[in-house]
């Protein structure tokens, strides 16, 4: 069955710098988002992804996120300058408009030190 | 806005009982309505979805959900739990009159604990 893929699953960073997280969408979707979660808080909704450009974003991205999908698979969402708030796990998931069902991928952990 | 509500932080059950993980949920048009699970360390995976048509919806591993216009609820369900099902249950929903957009609003998650 085909699925959600994210690398790397953990992601250490210091402040301030620069990261970029990655996710490979199901194959045929056509729709992407990026989600995060705060530990023992609720999934929160960041930005969906639509023919090559952003068709929603929440009051969460600001203008130290991006969104990209670089080649024919690949899905990103970069963080300018990372903040100790920016600690979280983010999910990709993907869904083929038809359905509306969004598979999700098993995460990212991001720790901001 | 659209919004969601998961009363019960922790659901216990014992294994061979029926359980329900209760779901209210708020949005302006018609609701596209989602349970997902999260296991340990894992990502969210789908169980189940409400669009249109029987109110009473079947998904995976024997959940299923009952879709109440009137209360707002959308209530998972299983008639046995097993204590393989001890998870944390994640409602969701969407409004499915305005296609583009297509965010889910999350609740905050019920954590369902079966006793053996």
């Known amino acids: 069955e085909p699925e959600v893929t994210q690398t790397p699953s953990h992601q250490v960073t210091q402040m301030g710098q620069e990261v970029i997280l990655r996710c490979v969408p199901i194959s045929n979707h056509l729709y992407f988002y990026w989600y995060r979660q705060i530990l023992g808080q609720k999934v929160e909704f960041l930005v969906s992804f639509y023919n090559n450009e952003i068709s929603e974003k929440s009051e969460i991205f600001d203008d130290q996120f991006s969104v990209e999908r670089p080649d024919g698979s690949n899905f990103t969402l970069k963080i300018r300058s990372t903040k100790l708030e920016d600690s979280a796990m983010y999910f990709c998931?993907?869904?083929?408009?038809?359905?509306?069902?969004?598979?999700f991928g098993p995460g990212t952990r991001l720790t901001v030190l | 806005a659209q919004s969601v509500a998961q009363p019960e932080d922790q659901v216990n059950v014992a294994e061979g009982n029926p359980l329900t993980v209760k779901c209210t949920y708020s949005?302006?048009?018609?609701?596209?309505l989602f349970w997902y699970v999260q296991y340990p360390n894992r990502g969210l995976q789908f169980l189940l979805k409400y669009i249109t048509g029987d109110n009473l919806v079947k998904g995976s591993y024997g959940f299923e959900a009952e879709f109440n216009k009137s209360q707002t609820s959308f209530h998972l369900k299983k008639p046995s739990a097993l204590v393989s099902d001890s998870a944390l249950y994640f409602c969701a929903v969407r409004d499915g009159v305005d296609m583009g957009r297509r965010a889910l609003t999350f609740g905050s998650g019920t954590r369902l604990q079966v006793q053996p």
């Open positions: 998931a993907s869904s083929d408009g038809g359905t509306d069902t969004q598979y």
């Open positions: 949005v302006s048009g018609n609701p596209y």
